[in-house]
């Protein structure tokens, strides 16, 4: 038997979702958001749709495309920081990297799918569909090992209070109305949780006593005392070199931080 295997992707995901911290841990079924899956070209897939259109939900199975490697052990998101078996998390640093979620189907068009909200990224190549059986898929009384206290401890409130300062208020008011980027409420849902150094959550100590945490493209700079949070300012997270280089593939938000950078010099390291 060989020890590998070929596999072809039957279509790609158009979700607009550039980084991964654009895309939720878990897709947030109240968001009024639509992506598409666009098939392969060719007859036999347009065939293979056939009666899909009868159900509410499907599965995607898709590949990991961004990972070139994989652990053993990994550090989720969620929760302490402590490193689990990575069979016993969804991460996607593993040995196959595939992956599987279920969204709502809300039409069948020429070539594509429209789907509800997803947790995947621009791009993601998709392997297969299969339909979302309530009756056969479901099982929520099924124990969750250790994903029970995690979520035990994210349906209590906050535990700290997180606020921008003035100059943070200011740069996230014109990020937002300059250049439509807006990341302030992942940003104050994790700091909220947890504001302590994680490698996974992107969150670790500056030179000069605060933190930082990436939000997708930028970092926020902020400051611990007691149960408050306070972010004073953001920056980008790439180098000007790279912004400045034509060379480069298209780097996520390149024309605003090159504004930022011309607005907010002061605040650049």
Known sequence: ????????PIGWLRTGKALKFDARHQPDEDAA??????MAPGDKYRKALKYLEGFDRIWLLWWFHRNRTWRPEVLPPRGPSKRRGVFATRSPHRPNPIGITPVRLLAIEKGRLV???CDLVD??????????IP???????SRAGWIEEVDAGLASPPAFVVRLGPLALAQAEWLHKEWRVDFRTRLLESLGRDPSPHRTRRIRPRRDGRREIGCGAWYAVFRVEGGQVEVDTFRPSFPL????DPARPV????EAQLAFR???PEQVD
Do not use: A, H
């Open 1 to 8: 038997m060989s020890d590998s295997l070929n596999i072809t």
């Open 33 to 38: 958001e639509t992506n598409v899956l666009e």
């Open 115 to 117: 789907l509800g909200p």
């Open 123 to 132: 791009g993601t190549p998709v392997f297969d569909i299969k339909p979302y």
């Open 135 to 141: 009756t056969y898929d479901s099982f929520p009384d």
């Open 241 to 244: 070199k790279f912004l400045r």
């Open 251 to 254: 780097l996520p938000d390149r």
């Open 262 to 264: 011309e607005r907010w």
